[in-house]
C-alpha cells in the first residue's frame, strides 16, 4: 500500500471546492492510504471526509521557527510519500515541496508547461485550476473536480425546529472586512414585511452573536455555542435561500446545490472563485455598496419560487 499526501491549509471555502477533487484522487488510489496536511481548526472536518484516511496538523509557525520546521519535515519523511498533491498552492507549500523530499508532487507551479507562468495560470478560476492540475498529474479521471459535492461534511444528527426560512450570513473575518455588504440590515427590514412567511435566520461564528442581535436575526446555535461546519451545512441544506457575502457559507450553499446569491465587490470576481452553479448565483458591483436593498429583494423574490 503506498501512501498520498494532500495538502490544504483553508479556507472553509476552498475546502468546500476541494471536494471534488478528493473524490477524483481517491477514485485514482483505491489502494493508497490517503493522508492530508491541513490546520488544526479542519481536523474534525477532514476527519469526517469519506476520500482521507488520515489528518496531520500544520500549525503553520513562522519559518523562522526552526525546530518546528524540523520536526515537521521529520514527521512527513517518515511516511514515505509516493505522491504529494499540493491543494494549497501557496509559497508556503512550495518551500515544503523542496524540502519535504516527495519525488512526484503535484502543484500549480510544477504542472506548469513550457512558456506557461504561474501569474497566467492563476487567471482562470480556482476549480477550474484544480482540473488542469489534475489532468496534468496523471489523474484518469477528473469528472468529480469542477462539481465539488460537499454533502459529505453535513451532520445529519443536528436538529434544526425551524421549517420554512432564509439563511442571511452578512459576517466576514475582521481582516475581510471589504467582502462586508454594508445593507444587510435594511434588507431584513424589507424581508421581513415582504415574505413574512420565512423566517430569518443565521449561524454565527463566536466573535459575531453581538452582531446578530442587532441585525434583529434569530440565531441557530447548537447548545448556545456557535455551530460546527457539518451543523451549518445542515442548517444551509435545508434553507429555502442563501444571502452571503463572499464567504465560506457562501461556498458551502453552492456546493450543496441550494439555492442563494453571494454579494461581490471588486475584490474578486465569481468567476475567478468559481462559486456559481445552477441554483446559487451573485450580484457584483464594482463598489459593494452600489449594490441596494431592492435590488437583493427582487432577485430573491424572482429566485426562490423558481
Not at 477532514?46 to 519535515?73: A, G, T
Not at 459529505?152 to 455588504?181: G, M, N, R, T
Not at 446545490?257 to 461581490?264: I, P, Q, R, T, Y
Request: aromatic share 12%.
Amino acid at each position: 500500500m503506498s501512501n498520498i499526501l494532500v495538502i490544504k491549509h483553508g479556507s472553509l471555502g476552498d475546502i468546500v471546492q476541494i471536494s471534488g477533487a478528493l473524490k477524483d484522487i481517491r477514485n485514482q488510489f483505491k489502494d493508497s492510504k490517503i493522508f492530508v496536511l491541513t490546520t488544526f481548526k479542519f481536523k474534525n472536518l477532514f476527519e469526517k471526509c469519506p476520500y482521507i484516511d488520515e489528518v496531520l496538523i500544520d500549525k503553520r509557525l513562522p519559518r523562522w521557527n526552526f525546530f518546528y520546521l524540523l520536526n515537521l519535515i521529520k514527521e512527513i519523511r517518515s511516511y514515505n510519500f509516493d505522491f504529494c498533491f499540493d491543494l494549497q498552492n501557496s509559497s508556503r507549500t512550495d518551500f515544503y515541496r523542496k524540502n519535504f523530499k516527495i519525488k512526484n508532487w503535484s502543484s500549480s507551479r510544477t504542472i506548469l508547461k513550457k512558456g506557461e507562468t504561474k501569474k497566467q495560470f492563476d487567471q482562470e478560476g480556482v476549480i477550474e485550476r484544480f482540473k488542469v492540475q489534475l489532468d496534468r498529474s496523471g489523474i484518469v479521471d477528473s469528472s468529480h473536480v469542477l462539481n465539488p459535492d460537499f454533502s459529505w461534511a453535513i451532520d445529519e444528527s443536528f436538529e434544526i425546529k425551524e421549517q420554512k426560512y432564509i439563511l442571511l450570513a452578512p459576517f466576514c473575518s475582521p481582516k475581510l472586512k471589504h467582502k462586508v455588504w454594508p445593507y444587510f440590515k435594511e434588507l431584513i427590514e424589507l424581508l421581513k414585511n415582504k415574505m413574512p412567511e420565512f423566517e430569518l435566520i443565521t449561524a454565527p461564528g463566536p466573535s459575531e452573536i453581538g452582531q446578530c442581535k442587532d441585525l434583529g436575526l434569530k440565531m441557530i446555535l447548537s447548545n448556545d455555542k456557535p455551530t460546527t461546519i457539518g451543523q451549518l451545512s445542515k442548517v444551509i441544506k435545508q434553507s429555502s435561500f442563501v444571502i452571503a457575502n463572499d464567504t465560506g457559507p457562501a461556498h458551502i450553499a453552492a456546493h450543496l446545490g441550494c439555492k442563494g446569491v453571494a454579494l461581490f465587490g471588486h475584490h474578486t470576481s465569481a468567476r475567478k472563485v468559481s462559486i456559481e452553479t445552477q441554483n446559487f448565483k451573485v450580484l457584483e458591483a464594482n463598489i459593494l455598496k452600489e449594490i441596494k436593498p431592492d435590488q437583493v429583494l427582487k432577485f430573491v423574490t424572482d429566485k426562490i419560487f423558481t
